[in-house]
DNA sequence: ACCTAACACACAGCT
DNA sequence: GTCCAGACTG
DNA sequence: AGCTGTGTGTTACAGTCTGGA
């Protein structure tokens, strides 16, 4: 309605199914079954009515619908389109439907209006709560035991197959996630997407195993949602139900793991440790592996909980702050060595603002204004840049990397072979960040180009050819390669923790601020990247903020 | 990748 | 009336 | 008071319309 900058065709819909339907066609036919095969074939047969209605149908909530709820001004002839579809079994009109699919098409007010229209009396029912008149209802028509078209007073349609639609989103997609409004999102204006080129060939799926499992998958997490709050026996029952973790598949393991680390956790917080730990010890995850030893400590079992430390620090010793910290408690109290560490913590300054109400960085950020250019920019700036220097690596095209227009990544981009697929480019753009100083007009005109693009990096918004001219020239190479090899350490968790300030003061050079209001303190990943930017002599500070009250 | 992830902040229990 | 959640739209 | 663990709310298109409390 209010987009009349960019109206959008009357049958937008339309066009973006089969869009969908094409690539799902063409890509995965040998994968399909045979209902599927048959929509497919069926559907551009379809009238131009039928088709619409179909597709308006599809997005809607549920399967079951009332026809006079199904009036579209682009659709002229509904009820002909209706037929259409039943005649070749996409939708039955009037089926033999069970009441509880019945009982949500109306309300409560126009419920009163039908029984009236049946002969039944309606006395006393007004008052009733929605709840209360379903009951009464399933009764009454349950005794009627009346058709559907005398009890609905109008057809009513039912969507058959309404498992189709999901499968077919799926292929198209990759995820459970996105669906058709990334269409009409782009279309719109409101997303736009780096214009990569798709690769065709390389399936997502390879197997129908593969994409039952996916489906599968995401039914189990809408349950979870409910069984979460259940009692822990529910938990620990839903738990045994879930599928084994497939060696192939890293993305649905992934998510495998995530709902089972959600029991786990869940069952830990009502107070069943051991079979809290059950689930734990299964799962790789760190978050997992960081509660097995907390639930160990917990049982009273140091000893293991402290070896368990032992062997994720053997494991990578790197920047694992949980397990030496933890581990060094529990050795204490154990009585036991315990390899000692330099890392120290980093020095907070005590800063005292008056209080404005607004929130603390903010406040920060102009009381730094003082000693220079002072932005609030958080993870934006630093990322900001990565994104704009790897731009070409992370769009390039690579087996599999991009199977449909609304990606925000490459599929692959945080599995491991994502370096070893473009490693020629990374290389050469590696190189680059040495002269990445000289790159200002180059990178101001990338973000002039892209802008909005979306993608994981780049916060268009949050730049612009000032900062980063500024930052440019303000940051030494050598940082920026400290940075971003950082960053490409670990894609997934070093994106994040940055600090929440940067300072250009006036006599040159910059400075990292982080700002904390009072009663907060640094976080686990602000606190890696700030022993970080003391060993690679970046400048940085963490300021802690008491309010001054007038 | 709103079925998440990042952040600040609130509060409890500990020393 | 009034507020809220959620379905639906482009 | 300071430390730690844990939980919570906010923020992601913008807008209309409906039903129910
Ligand atoms: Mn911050
Ligand atoms: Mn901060």
């Known amino acids: 309605m209010s987009q009349a900058s960019t109206p959008l065709p009357p049958d937008y819909y339309l066009r973006n199914f089969h869009a969908l339907l094409e690539q799902v066609q063409r890509q995965y036919e040998d994968l399909l079954l045979p209902e599927e095969r048959r929509l497919c074939e069926l559907f551009p047969s379809l009238c131009k009515d039928a088709r619409m209605l179909y597709v308006r149908l599809l997005t809607r909530k549920g399967d079951v619908f009332r026809s006079s709820r199904l009036r579209y001004a682009e659709i002229r002839q509904g009820k002909k389109a209706a037929q259409e579809l039943a005649e070749k079994e996409l939708i039955a009109i009037d089926p033999a439907l069970q009441l509880e699919k019945l009982l949500p098409l109306w309300s409560r007010q126009e419920w009163l209006t039908r029984l009236g229209a049946l002969g039944q009396p309606t006395r006393g029912l007004a008052s009733l709560k929605r709840a209360e008149l379903d009951l009464v209802l399933t009764e009454r028509l349950g005794e009627l035991a009346a058709s559907v078209p005398t009890i609905a007073g109008e057809p009513v349609y039912q969507l058959l197959n309404p498992d189709i639609f999901p499968v077919f989103k799926l292929l198209f997609f990759g995820n459970p996630y996105q669906d058709m409004t990334e269409f009409v999102l782009r279309d719109l204006g409101l997303y736009r997407f780096e214009s990569y080129r798709l690769d065709r060939d390389t399936r997502l799926f390879r197997s129908r195993e593969q994409i039952d499992a996916h489906l599968a998958c995401h039914t189990l997490a809408e349950q979870l949602e409910v069984v979460l709050l259940e009692d822990a026996a529910t938990i620990l029952t839903f738990a045994r139900t879930l599928p084994a973790q497939p060696a192939d598949d890293p993305i649905l393991s992934r998510r495998l793991q995530r709902m089972h680390y959600a029991l786990a956790r869940q069952l830990e917080r009502l107070g069943h440790l051991a079979e809290a730990l059950n689930l734990y010890r299964d799962l790789s995850l760190p978050d997992a592996q960081e509660r097995q030893v907390r639930v160990l400590a917990k049982l009273g079992r140091e000893q293991e909980a402290l070896a368990l430390c032992r062997e994720r620090l053997a494991e ?71 994104g704009l220097h790897y731009w070409p690596a992370i769009f390039a095209p690579a087996p599999g990397a991009f199977s449909h227009p609304f990606q925000h990544a490459p599929h692959d981009l945080h599995q491991d072979e994502f370096t070893a ?44 050819e000032t900062l980063i001219a500024t930052a440019l020239e303000r940051i030494p190479a050598a940082h920026w390669q400290a940075i971003f090899r950082r960053f490409w350490q670990d894609l997934k968790n070093n994106c994040s923790g940055l600090p929440d300030l940067i300072l250009f003061p006036h006599e040159g050079g910059y400075e990292l601020i982080e700002v904390k ?12 990247w700030m022993e970080y930017f003391a060993a690679h002599g970046i400048p940085h500070r963490v300021v802690q903020v008491s309010w001054r009250h007038d």
């Open 421 to 464: 697929l473009r490693a020629d480019l990374l290389e050469e753009q590696h190189a680059a960040v040495a002269r990445i100083n000289e790159k200002t007009t180059d990178y101001q005109a990338l973000w002039r180009d892209r802008f909005g693009c979306l993608n994981p990096f780049v916060y268009w918004q949050a730049l612009n």
């Open 316 to 386: 990578r010793e790197d920047t694992q702050h949980f397990p030496w910290r933890f581990g060094q408690r529990l050795a204490r109290g154990l009585a036991c060595d315990w390899p000692h560490r330099s890392a120290g913590k980093p020095k907070v300054e005590q800063l005292e603002l008056a209080y404005t109400g607004e929130a603390v960085e903010h406040v920060a950020a102009e009381h730094f204004a003082a000693l220079g250019d002072c932005h609030y920019v958080e993870n934006t700036l630093l990322n900001g840049l990565f």
């Open 517 to 528: 209001g009072p009663g907060d303190r640094l976080q686990l990943n602000q606190k890696a």
